[in-house]
C-alpha cells in the first residue's frame, strides 16, 4: 500500500520539523492527531487544514469541528459574486486521497488553543510500505516549539488616600446638665415676690392721666365729660351753624387762610 510522506515546518520557527507518514485512506483527524503529538501540542480548541497552491495561497478549508461560513461564490443568474453559506466539511469525515490533486500538495494547519501556531505542510514523497510500521507516524523530528509566555499587564498601583479621622466629642446628655429635681420652694422668697407684684400692681390702677377737661356750658355752668360724651350731646346746641365755624378750622392749617 501506498504511503504519504509530509513535510512539517513552522511559520515562525525555522529550526523546527517533522515528517510524517499517513496512509491515503486515513483522515485529516489521523493527521491532525499526529501533528499534535509530535509537536506536543495540548488544549486545542479549534484547528483547520487548509488546501493551498503552490504559494500557500488559502483555498478550501477542512475543519475540526463542523462550522458555516460564508463563502464568495459565481452566481451565473445574478452574473455577480455573492456571498452563499457553506458547511465546511470535517476532519473525520474527510479522508486524504479526497483531497490531494497534486504530487507536491501544499497545506496550511492551524492550531488554536492556549497559544497559536501555524505551519506548512508539503507532500514530497509517495512510497511503497514495507508493511512493518503502524500509521500515522512521525518519521523525522528536529527542533521544539518554544512555549510562548504571556507577558502580564502592568499593575497600576493606586495611591492611597490618606483617611481623616474626626474625633468624636462626648456629647453629656440633656437631663444631666438640666435638673430641676433638687431645687427647693423658699416660702420666704415666694411671700417677697408676692408683695413686690401686688405693689406693682397697685400703681397700675391709679389714673394715668389727670382731671378731666372742664368745658363751660351755655348757661354758665361747669360741666366735666370727655370729648365721646360732648359729641354724643351736640343735639343739646340750639346754634348747629355757630359750632361748626367754630370747630371747622381745626381741620385746616393758618396757611390756608
Known amino acids: 500500500m501506498l ?6 515546518t513552522s511559520e515562525e520557527y525555522e529550526n523546527f520539523l517533522r515528517e510524517i507518514e ?5 483522515t485529516f483527524l489521523d493527521f491532525h492527531s499526529i501533528i499534535l503529538e509530535s509537536a506536543e501540542l495540548f488544549s486545542v480548541q479549534r484547528a483547520s487544514f487548509f488546501l493551498t ?3 500557500y495561497k488559502k483555498k478550501q478549508e477542512i475543519t475540526l469541528k463542523s462550522e458555516k461560513r460564508q463563502v464568495r461564490q459565481y452566481d451565473e443568474d445574478l452574473d455577480q459574486v455573492v456571498n452563499v453559506p457553506v458547511t465546511l466539511p470535517v476532519m473525520k469525515a474527510s479522508k486524504l486521497k479526497t483531497f490531494m490533486e497534486d504530487p507536491h500538495q ?6 488554536h488553543g492556549k497559544e497559536y501556531f501555524g505551519f506548512h505542510l508539503e507532500l514530497f514523497k509517495i512510497f511503497q510500505s514495507d508493511g512493518i510500521h503502524s500509521y500515522p507516524r ?3 523530528r528536529t527542533g521544539e516549539l518554544p512555549q510562548k509566555v504571556d507577558i502580564p499587564a502592568p499593575v497600576v498601583e493606586e495611591v492611597a488616600v490618606p483617611k481623616i479621622v474626626v474625633p468624636k466629642i462626648s456629647i453629656p446628655k440633656l437631663e444631666s446638665l438640666v435638673k430641676l429635681d433638687h431645687l427647693e420652694a423658699d416660702e420666704a422668697e415666694l411671700v417677697a415676690i408676692e408683695s413686690q407684684l401686688s405693689e406693682v400692681t397697685d400703681e397700675a390702677e391709679e389714673p394715668i392721666f389727670g382731671e378731666p377737661e372742664v368745658f363751660e356750658s351755655r348757661e354758665g355752668e361747669d360741666t366735666s365729660f370727655d370729648e365721646e360724651e360732648r359729641m354724643e350731646h351736640i343735639e ?16 385746616h392749617d393758618t396757611d390756608d387762610y
Open 236 to 251: 343739646d346746641y340750639d346754634d348747629i351753624d355757630k359750632l361748626e365755624r367754630k370747630y371747622s378750622g381745626f381741620d
Open 22 to 26: 499517513i496512509l491515503p485512506g486515513q
Open 138 to 140: 512521525c518519521n523525522r
Open 3 to 8: 504511503v504519504y510522506r509530509f513535510r512539517l
Open 53 to 55: 497552491d503552490k504559494i
Open 106 to 111: 501544499k497545506m496550511i494547519y492551524e492550531f
